[in-house]
């Protein structure tokens, strides 16, 4: 799942490479990658499984605010 900036919307992208919207899409948001750029990682509620991983990419001039968000809890 990834945000299109063009159409403002979050779509679901398949392996195959075909796209839909997430509000349509046949794949659920809980078995998919999701991919939070920085203006869409605040204010943006997925629910994925409870396993779920994440990775984090950090470069200069990186703040702390941006490092120290704590996910909500269930």
């Known amino acids: ?3 299109d900036a063009e159409i403002k919307a979050w779509m679901v992208l398949s ?3 075909r796209s ?3 509000s349509s899409s046949p794949i659920h948001e809980r078995d998919a ?3 939070f750029d920085e203006s869409r990682c605040r204010g943006t ?3 994925l ?3 779920a991983m994440a990775f984090l990419t950090a470069g200069p001039g990186m703040c702390k605010d941006k490092l120290m968000q704590v996910p ?3």
């Open 1 to 3: 799942m990834y945000y």
């Open 33 to 35: 990658f999701v991919y």
């Open 15 to 17: 392996q195959s490479g």
């Open 45 to 47: 509620d997925m629910k």
């Open 49 to 51: 499984k409870g396993d």
């Open 20 to 22: 839909w919207p997430h």
């Open 72 to 74: 909500s809890q269930p």
